[in-house]
């Protein structure tokens, strides 16, 4: 944490304008981002210079030298003149490009063209999240509200033979059993609705069997629970427990009496602004519970009296969380009933004693340290957290619960809340009486992979090194709220690619309330069998009003209006979006895979997708449709046979670490066998939490050998999550495999962590009484503490004898994590670091270069005095904590107040402008302290401080001798490593000096509010193009349906440029169209003129020119094309065309060159000269690839379809289900 002591002074109205006017000149007159600006936001634009190419090599590269060979490749890439950086992407066959000028990408391309290795190389595109926040006046609720937890109500027996499912399945009896031992939600009563009615008394509405309705205090009873019945006229009528219904008459008197339905039982429910319902009856007056305890109907208006909270109760068949805000998700459970039926489906699954299943959230991060989330994380076992070592050689330090990719670095913690909200509907953690709960109560490991950035955009390349990242590391399913912008060949191959390891992607479908059959939004329109795109859906089941949606292009729909989830900080906040939608689906494929997890990818897609309840708001909005349904997944999962694991279990395990890193285990896993091994393949060992919950996998299976003990050696060290607390051993075989718990069949043994201390004291000094008696002392210890307390939790004081051995313990001193600063990146050798007189520390960079790049580290509390400070606004700039310093400070110079723990400033800067630099002191408190010894009888000849680390301490520490006379001082500095009674290899001791090279965060901004960009062209994406209002069609196509792209049968490309100084006229030529299909064959790869079709042109007045230049005296048009190459032709030569567009729509460069050879081909057509301007300027739009679909049906729970690897475009599509 950081305050800041003195707050940087305002610019004036002019300065600021000043400013803005000069980054507003330097962007439009950037070669590469003129196209684009006006979509970037501003703390995006300095990230946009970065050029990058993704290059996408043949697929003939697979097997084990695929990744071999293309490491060789991006090693000559990185060879080659203005390449500044190659990353690698082995698992998607790829690698992202970084030059360094739009220039270089362009030439660069052209160079890769007759590269046989390389499939194709693609411009880098941006894309930004799918949310719009809801009303700004409901605050994030960083503490939820106490809340009563809810009982359970007892399941009544219903005969199979009432219900046509379990009818169908043949099941007999009251219980219904499925095959794993669960009652099946389809023998309990369907459709119930359990609500408690509190007052504003907080007293609840209760109805006995006499027929009184009055108010009860205490524990709910069976009085106090009300069935809500719907009618078709919108009202609703409450039935009691004894099946009687709430009846008014015309004076306000309120009955239970009544088994009959008419007009005096309905109600109509009054919703108001503080959550509560009011309740008016069919005589126009309230529902109202008196002071003295009365229930009656006769208000006219709705105050506090006739406001009531309405609780939900687990009706039979319906298991509810405990959590406080689970009223609040009407998505999994409401009383209007179009939720996807959470309770009903956590009735037989939750996910709690499941395998578990890793969920990669491709987003803006997530708080990791959240309350409802944080024992969800994945936790990557090959990394040691906070050590600033690349422990598992991934190119990302420290990336411990995912990576962070927009800024480059291992740490993805969210900065904008996109990201957490997504993460909260998935899997917040269910039923433990805090926050929320996600559609997956336990067993989801979320891996956080950041992309976009605090504002909410980002770029295509960093989605696809995040796919690379999440199938590198095991992930199943994918959840991407995000879309928008071009379509992107490398992407759309990326998820493709993923396909081949089974990853499924749940796709928000947009929110421009468009429709996606017509306005393509990409990821959710690419053709691929592993897509799931998802709509939204608002609490009465209409398609939500800024929804995208699409009859042949959009899967399914999911709640996405006002959802309430997990933001920052512990908070909790409603949004609403496509992208809370998608997360549903994510959530439900995690719960419907770890409860059959034999079940193939393509089998859980066509699960959820054939499963949807049918709403008619839906019908011909959405493929199937419907909405999904939690409860009919995982019966249409339950058709397939449970694991059945053994019977037998191991019965024994032992274990003990021997890894002298502190967090990382290692040593041999000892097993002792089962009894009775008939009916067991194997042994498998994995990590449990404290509270019994079954986390990762240690090592690998271990064969039933029929030897009486097994052991498994931990070759490579693992680093278990924050939350683990044993090792379980469980027997499996084939059809299944037992659960890992504590409480259960198979034995366990609680891990301890021996680790080291890597670092000791500085130095120690003795300050003595000289007063005191003979052979006794009297004073101070003094214990300047090791420069990292990282691997430290006490310094432990001995009596020191002069044979050397140790005496007994004086006291112990705490750690407190104390760090002296310490810095790390590119640029730590630019910056001078000093040591002050006062023990300040001075750092300065005085004048700075272009992308420099560096982090320090330090421990407070403290302080940060800037002396100081001028840098380019914005963009260069010094993050202290939460604080970021740009611009010219030097009239207010702050200081900052760092309070306890550790701290990162975070310096960085880009390749424009240079500012004349920084320079700022830094204060610690606390780097010595003081051990004070009474007087006591000396009982050695000095004293020894052994820094330790839980239980275990180094064989020898620091000797202070001389103390007799009234001081001493330190006697060695040098350790020997190791736990006592066991030696190990001597360390270093002293000040570490340098750190590992992790680049600082570029993108470190307040979180900001993602809004969904409203398409303002009919059927085109915007580009840094601005539709002018009064731009009417000059000509047009005569077949104008063909602007659909499901017309046609084969893929193809649409895009358009608009031309500034060609007036309208000319386009009612045919020669001067003729001319521009001319000139796009001429300029995209492979494109014959009958390829290209022209759709319309447009054109406005002069006024309305968006610049006022020479060539607006003549006019300007916008030109609409689709091309669309002839039958056979392969789906890379639209990747091509489409890669050559993007191109054209982002780089200037390119733009004129096709604006010189458009006005050639124009001249030469015979164009007078007064309708055209020379030169012509042309700015092209972000093109869209579009591939036809196949809609013909297929059966629920097919088989995964083989694709073929000679994609035509005539045959590219994959079934979709209907």
Known sequence: MVTRALMQAPCTMVLCLLIMSILVMQIDSSPVDAATADELPLADMQRHSDHRVIVRYSSTLTGES???????????????????RAQS??????????????????????????DSSVELAVPDTWVSAFDLFADSSNPPDVAADAHRALRAERALPAQCSAHPACRMRGLVGDCCPAKDGMMLSCCSSQGKQLFALQTYHGTYVSAGPDGEVSQAVGTLQDSEHFEMIFHADGNVSLRNDYGKYLRSDEQGFVRADSTDLTDSEKFEIVKNENGTVSFKSYFGKYLAAEDGGSIVANRVNASLWEQFSMQQLAAPGQRLPNDPAFSKLWGMHSYHGFDIDAPEAWQVWTGEIGKGITVAVIDTGIDYNHEDLSEQMWVNPMEIPGNGVDDDGNGYIDDVHGADFANEDGDPMDDQMHGTHCAGTIAGIGNNAVGVSGVAWRGVRLMALKFLTSTGSGR??????????????????????????????????????????GMLFAVAAGNEASNNDEVPSYPG???????????????????????????????????????????????????SGTSMAAPHVSGLAALVWMYRPQLSMQQVREIIIGSVRKLPALDGKVITGGLINAKDALEAAWAFDPPKPPAHAPQAIEFEDIDPRIGAYGGVVTITAAADESDIDYYRVYMVSGAGFQLEAVGEPIPATGEPELTMELNASFVPPMYARALVAVSGRASGEMPARLRGLAPHVDIEDYGLPILGPKSVSWIGDPDTKKDFVNGSLLVERATDEASITTYNVYWHAESGARGPMLGSIAAVGFLEPVCSGTSCGLINMNRADDGAYVFERRPYGGLEDAEIRASGPGSVELTYFDTEDYYDKLTIGDEELHGNLTCCLP?????????????????????????????????????????????????????????????????????????????????????????????????????????????????????????????????????????????????????????????????????????????????????????????????????????????????????????DQVGWVRVEFEIEPSEGAHIIDLDRIESQLILLSIGRRPAEKFGSALSLVLKASGLPHHLMASPLDVVFTAPQQLSPRMLAAAPLLASAAEHSGDRRLHGAASPLFV
Not at 66 to 84: D, G, R
């Open 895 to 1111: 200081t900052m107040e760092l309070s306890d723990g550790r701290t990162a400033i975070k310096w960085s800067s880009d390749d424009s402008i240079h500012g004349a630099g920084w320079s700022f002191r830094l204060r610690q408190e606390g780097s010595t302290v003081e051990l004070q010894i009474e007087t006591s009888e000396v009982l050695g000849s000095g004293f020894e401080v052994v820094p330790a680390y839980e239980k275990n301490e180094l064989m020898s520490g620091m000797i202070v001798v001389e103390i007799s006379g009234g001081a001493g001082k330190s006697q060695s500095e040098a350790y020997r490593g190791g736990k006592r009674r066991l030696a190990t290899s001597e360390p270093s001791w002293g000040r570490r000096i340098g750190g590992a090279n992790i680049p600082a965060s570029n993108d470190k901004v307040h979180p900001t509010s993602v809004h969904a960009k409203q398409q303002k062209e009919p059927w085109l994406l915007q580009s840094g193009l601005e539709t002018r209002s009064s731009a009417r069609v000059i000509w047009s196509a005569e077949q104008v349906q063909q602007l659909s792209p499901f017309a046609a049968r084969h893929g193809r490309v649409r895009s358009s440029f608009m031309v500034t100084g060609l007036a309208e006229e000319a386009c009612t030529k045919p020669a001067i169209r003729a001319a521009f299909v001319q000139a796009l064959a001429k300029q995209l790869p492979g494109v014959e003129e009958s390829d290209v079709r022209l759709v319309r042109a447009l054109g406005a007045s002069i006024e309305e020119a968006r610049h006022a230049t020479p060539q």
């Open 525 to 575: 329109n690419y053709d691929l069998s592993n897509i799931i795109s998802v709509a939204s859906t608002d609490s009465l089941g209409k398609l939500s009003s800024f929804s995208c949606y699409g009859n042949s292009t959009v899967h399914v729909a999911a709640p996405g209006s006002d959802i309430y989830s997990t933001v920052p900080k512990n908070g909790y906040k409603t949004l």
């Open 89 to 114: 992407l082995p698992r998607l066959g790829m690698a992202v490009v970084s030059m360094a000028s739009a220039e270089a990408g362009e030439q660069l391309m052209a160079d890769l063209q007759h």
């Open 460 to 501: 295509t390349s960093d989605a696809i090194r995040a796919m690379d990242y999440a199938v590198a590391h095991g992930a199943r399913i994918a959840s991407n709220s995000w879309g928008g912008g071009a379509s992107s060949s490398a992407l759309r191959t990326a998820m493709e690619r993923a396909e081949a390891v």
């Open 66 to 84: 695929a990744a071999a060979e293309i490491e060789k490749q991006v090693h000559k890439l990185e060879s080659q003149p203005n390449v500044v």
